[in-house]
């Protein structure tokens, strides 16, 4: 593999909702574990992190027979890794004479998106329903966006006796702000701005003097985030909460949205 020192331009940070997209390729490599990796200068393709799987979809070059289908998506040191296999070939094997720097298009399977993308902003509306509920002080520490059992982990814990009723309010006002709905946007901003739209201070692991993405949902406050999004808190379509665990401190909110 070639060392890429430019970190890859992440499309998906200004347009969340593209799904196709030009970009140029910087090279390709198989790595130990036999999977093809292709390096691009951009991608609109999500890596798999912040609790969100990676994108799917193919990678064309116009008028060849070039394509490439991306299985999966990672993020190292600031470059995109898009896995996967040349289609028709066996094993994932790299195709031979294939030119650096040629431009390609990107294209983003939908439905994985479109999926990944509302069990997101259903985490995050979770955590807008866990402030109006009036638990408030517990904290956001971590999230599982997947489609297998998703959640969200909050540093606190409700009261044993109140579990039950918690967990009806905060169905009861998912429901209510998806009815209402409300846009949804995405900004990189400079440290000051990014905290004063996330409340007045941003969590520690953000680094002082740094420009953040910050996610809104409505008007409630934002929230610092690298993932995708649905363009309205509608589009959601709807979250059930079926279970809350408390252990060691901490609060799981177990949920899922329909298909």
């Not at 116009?62 to 999966?72: A, H």
């Not at 690298?226 to 979250?239: E, N, R, Y």
Request: charge should be negative; glycine fraction near 12%; include cysteine.
């Amino acid at each position: 593999m070639e060392d890429h020192q430019t970190p890859t331009k992440l499309e998906y940070y200004d347009n969340m909702w593209k799904l196709e997209s030009k970009a140029a390729l910087l090279s390709y490599f198989q790595g130990e574990d036999g999977r093809c990796a292709l390096i691009l200068d951009s991608t609109i393709f999500h890596p798999q992190g912040g609790g969100q799987p990676s994108d799917t979809g193919f990678i064309t070059v116009p008028d060849s027979s070039f394509k490439f289908l991306v299985q999966d998506v990672r993020s190292r040191d600031g470059i995109v890794f898009h896995y996967g296999m040349f289609d028709g070939s066996e094993g994932g094997e790299l195709e031979p004479n294939i030119e650096k720097g040629k431009g390609v298009h990107l294209h983003v399977d939908e439905p994985s998106r479109s999926l990944n993308s509302r069990l997101h902003s259903a985490g995050h509306l979770l955590d807008i329903c866990m402030q109006n509920v009036g638990l408030g002080y517990t904290e956001p520490s971590k999230g599982y966006h997947f489609p297998d059992g998703p959640f969200v982990e909050y540093k606190g814990t409700i009261p044993q006796n109140e579990l039950q009723s918690k967990r009806e309010e905060i169905e009861l006002e998912a429901n209510a702000l998806i009815s209402r709905g409300g846009k949804v946007s995405a900004e990189v901003l400079p440290y000051e701005a990014a905290a004063k739209l996330c409340g007045g201070h941003l969590p520690d692991y953000i680094p002082k003097g740094s420009t953040p993405r910050v996610v809104q949902f409505g008007e409630y406050p934002g929230c610092p985030c690298g993932g995708t999004h649905v363009a309205d808190i509608s589009h959601v379509k709807g979250i059930k909460v079926p279970q809350i665990r408390i252990k060691k401190g901490m609060t799981k909110v177990f949920y899922n949205i329909p298909a």
